[in-house]
Each structure stands twice: as structure tokens, then as C-alpha cells.
């Protein structure tokens, strides 16, 4: 088990703790809904879904979280300004848990973050995301709707190299204080196999030089060639390269994890259960640990 000797920011969203030592506080699970192709949804361009089978998707969630007490949250995806409405005022009506706000456009998040501000959801919202190549705009979208949660995606051309990760942060750090984001979250950037786990090692450096609660959507590393995936080792072979990918952070003490379509909890949940739980008992056994500098 890793314990890291710098202090450990730990961010609290409407009453779950994110970030820490590992075993300090259990991970947060994160799916998606909303995304593009999403079988519930009916009209991406004007937000209609099914709401009745949108709900059961999260009160499956919610089950999951409450039978093996891991925490978890919400991202939204609202591709389009007519649909960021819609989505966002159903989940905020349907469950409690924080949301992140995936917003692909600027008209798209100018729509979202007016709703949030009206609706008073700020406190519970974690904006998807910003990097160092976001523009001042979308600060200050964000600013006035008064939010403080935000993810800092650490995206970068040069993929492979955990130093210009590492740069990107720092470029959205200097901004996020300027524009009053208080708690950043950051997203270590995984696109492919190969930046998987240079991914891993960007979240050991971000911890142990900076506390910062660290994650990533591991799922990508495989669900960008999903027909690769299919093709060589079948479906099943598929879901298990996929479960793979997301439980390789876990396993490296992931404060949060997006793992993908939300329908992937009835999976997620038992597996990261599986090695958080054995990672309790090793803790409450007080055996060394190996201290991260």
C-alpha cells in the first residue's frame, strides 16, 4: 500500500470526500450518461431520452454505492445547448450525488452553467473538464455561476511524456486561482494503451509533488479500438481488457475513476470493491507502508 508524505488535498462535494492517501478515503466511481450513441437517448440535438430508463440506470448506481459504501458521482454529457437543460434538471431531481458537466461547446456550457447558477446546483457540480488550452471565456463562464469544483484534464500532444503533463497542469493551476476554482481534480489523460501507464505515473508525480486528487478515465485506453479489441479476443475478451484498464488505477490508489458508459457499474462496482476492501484490511493490519517522495 502507497502512503505519500506530502499532505493530501481531500475535497469535499456535497458530502463525499475526494482525494487523500490511498485507503484514506475509498475512490469515487464515476459513469457517464448522456454520451453519444447512448441507447436512451431519443434526440441528442434536443435533449430527449428515456426518462424512465434514465432513472433506473442511476438508482442501479446508487444501489451499487450502497452496498459496498464506495462512493460515486454522475457525468453528464450535454453535447448540445437545447439538451444541457433537460439533462441537467432531470439528474438534479433524481439523485443527490455530484455532477460533473461534460460540455463539448461553448454554447453548450453557457446554457449549462446559466441553469446551475439559477437552479443553485453549483456547489454540488464539478466542471468536465479544463486544460491548458482552454480560453479565458470558459473561466469565466464558470466564475459566474460561482462554481469551485473542477476537473484539469492534462492533455497533450506529446502523449507519452509525463513532464509536458505535468506542464499542463501548472498552466491551469496559475488560471484556476485567478478565476476563484478552488479544488481541482485532475485527470492524468489516458487516450490509448500506451498513455495508460503513462497516465499511472503522471498520478504518483501529481501526488506526491502536488496532494491533488488524481484519476483518469482509464476506459479509454481500450474503448478507442473497440472493434480492435472485438475483433482479436471476442466480447468478452473486450470487457475484460476494459475492466483491466480501469482497475490498473485503482490498484495505484486512483482517488477517482471515469469509467465509462454508467451501464459498466454492474461490474466496476464489485471489482474496485474487491481491491479497496483488501487494501482496508492491509491498512487496519498497520503493515508498512511504501512511502512515496
Not at 450513441?37 to 431519443?42: E, N, T
Not at 437545447?82 to 460533473?100: E, N
Not at 470558459?138 to 460561482?146: D, M, N, S, T, V
Amino acid at each position: 500500500m502507497f502512503h505519500f508524505k506530502i499532505p493530501q488535498k481531500v475535497i469535499n462535494i456535497n458530502g463525499i470526500k475526494i482525494g487523500g492517501n490511498p485507503g484514506e478515503n475509498p475512490p469515487v466511481l464515476i459513469g457517464t450518461i448522456f454520451y453519444h450513441g447512448h441507447r436512451i437517448v431519443v434526440n441528442e440535438r434536443k435533449g430527449e431520452f428515456n426518462k424512465e430508463e434514465a432513472e433506473k440506470l442511476i438508482k442501479i448506481v446508487e444501489e451499487l454505492s450502497d452496498k459496498t459504501k464506495l462512493p460515486t458521482a454522475i457525468d453528464v454529457v450535454c453535447a448540445e445547448p437545447k439538451a444541457a437543460i433537460k439533462y441537467l434538471d432531470f439528474i438534479a431531481s433524481v439523485t443527490k450525488m455530484p455532477i460533473l458537466v461534460n460540455t463539448p461547446s461553448i454554447e453548450s456550457m453557457k446554457e449549462a452553467f446559466n441553469f446551475i447558477k439559477s437552479s443553485g446546483l453549483s456547489s454540488r457540480v464539478i466542471y468536465n473538464s479544463l486544460t491548458a488550452r482552454s480560453k479565458n471565456e470558459e473561466y469565466i463562464i464558470l466564475q459566474e455561476a460561482g462554481v469551485k469544483h473542477a476537473i484539469a484534464l492534462l492533455y497533450t500532444d506529446r502523449i507519452l511524456d509525463v513532464n509536458a503533463r505535468l506542464n499542463a497542469l501548472e498552466s491551469i493551476v496559475k488560471k484556476t486561482g485567478y478565476y476563484g476554482i478552488e479544488n481541482i481534480l485532475v485527470d492524468t489523460f489516458v487516450i490509448d494503451i500506451p498513455s495508460l501507464s503513462v497516465a499511472m505515473r503522471t498520478l504518483f508525480t501529481v501526488k506526491s509533488h502536488y496532494g491533488y486528487p488524481c484519476g483518469c478515465g482509464a476506459h479509454n485506453a481500450v474503448s478507442v479500438q473497440r472493434k480492435a479489441f472485438k475483433d482479436k479476443f471476442g466480447k468478452n475478451g473486450l470487457h475484460a481488457a476494459e475492466l483491466a484498464a480501469n482497475l490498473a488505477t485503482i490498484v495505484i490508489g486512483a482517488d477517482f475513476l471515469l469509467y465509462g458508459p454508467i451501464e459498466a457499474s454492474l461490474v466496476i462496482f464489485p471489482a474496485v470493491y474487491t481491491i479497496y476492501t483488501s487494501y482496508r484490511y492491509l491498512l487496519r493490519m498497520k503493515s508498512p507502508l511504501i512511502e512515496i517522495t
